[in-house]
């Protein structure tokens, strides 16, 4: 089964440089393009779409917007967005409003590629480098996460400890230790607190 990609951009030329490239592409199938969120609803609702590609600056609402949209209307639709921006504000926005990665326009084929195997897979995809403002806790590229993982950092996010998490969850105890340490070791921090910390910075909680 073929990834079905719809494209979001009001730049005719973007579109079509993202069609061509993924147009050779085994696995992958654009279905579609729209170049407001209006027709992206309207896409939506009559399409089965996996991914789509948001811009941020689109002429009726915002990208960021639209990916909120797109999460609470189609939650199994995965939002990617491609930017010309790479401030911290827009990147934490979209991922807080349900998108699964952020790629800057710059990006090449072997990025884009990737980005969409790995949201398809679950995880998050991130090539956005911040500015020196990035504390050396924050990694620059979101780490791979599974569902489940995604689950236990939400809950360590609430403060809950492993007990609770596992009762949570309907897991045992060993099993949340054995997320909580992958999750350490996927933001390469050390400790709790700068796990949080990281993935703040993220907007990943």
């Known amino acids: ?99 699964c990665g952020y790629l800057i326009k710059s990006s090449s084929k072997e990025e884009i590629l990737e980005a969409i195997r790995q949201v398809q897979a679950g995880g998050y995809y991130m090539n956005v480098n911040f500015d020196q403002n990035t504390t050396s806790s924050t990694p620059k590229n979101i780490p791979f996460l599974t569902r489940r993982e995604k689950e236990v950092l939400t809950l360590i996010a609430e403060g809950l400890t492993n007990p609770q998490i596992a009762d949570q969850l309907f897991v045992s105890v060993t099993i949340v230790n054995t997320h909580r340490s992958n999750l350490l070791m996927k933001f390469e921090v050390s400790n709790t607190a700068s796990l949080i910390k990281a993935a703040a910075g993220l907007g990943l909680v």
């Open 1 to 99: 089964m073929a990834v079905k990609i719809l494209i979001v951009d009001d730049h005719p030329m973007v579109v079509e440089g993202l069609k061509s490239l993924l147009a050779d592409v085994d696995g992958i199938a654009v279905v579609g393009t729209a170049s407001n969120a209006y027709d992206t609803i309207a896409f939506l609702k009559n399409n089965d779409t996996d991914v789509a590609f948001l811009d941020i600056n689109l002429p009726d609402i915002s990208g960021i917007d639209l990916c909120k949209k797109i999460k609470e209307q189609f939650p199994e639709v995965k939002s990617l967005a491609l930017s010309t921006f790479s401030e911290r504000a827009y990147v934490s926005r979209m991922i807080q409003n349900g998108a």
